[in-house]
């Protein structure tokens, strides 16, 4: 099975940006599909990016499409979330998972990291 860390969260104004990565080791990234997840206090954790396991498909929710952006480098197991334009309403805990299948249903994921808390500022 995949291990998952993230790193690159932390505080930033309204309107900055930040990168997350999340690294896998134990297994190769190339067999599954990618996604960030996000959960606020009291919220539930919703998905704000996937990428296939080509890298051909993307998905974003309108809420951070055309300020978020997914990829993947598979040759150093990594995948990013670049964020641009942040908004204080980004502000949650980001998490990254892994899935064998294209379906990012949170009950039957593969594998999820610890997270990495994104906070940003008004």
């Known amino acids: 099975q995949v291990h998952l860390v993230e790193s690159g969260g932390g505080l930033v104004q309204a309107g900055g940006s930040l990168r997350l990565s999340c690294a896998a080791s134990?297994?190769?990234?190339?067999?599954?599909?990618m996604g960030w997840f996000r959960q606020a206090p009291g919220k539930d954790r919703d998905i704000v990016a996937a990428?296939?396991?080509?890298?051909?498909?993307?998905y974003y929710p309108d809420s951070v499409k055309g300020r978020f952006t997914i990829s993947r480098d598979d040759g150093k197991n990594t995948v990013y979330l670049q964020m641009n334009s942040l908004k204080p309403e980004d502000t949650a805990v980001y998490y990254c998972?892994?899935?064998?299948?294209?379906?990012?249903?949170?009950?039957?994921?593969?594998?999820w990291g610890q997270g990495t808390q994104v906070t940003v500022s008004s």
């Open positions: 134990g297994r190769t990234m190339r067999i599954y599909h």
């Open positions: 990428i296939s396991k080509s890298a051909a498909s993307t």
């Open positions: 998972a892994a899935n064998s299948v294209w379906n990012w249903n949170i009950y039957g994921l593969d594998t």
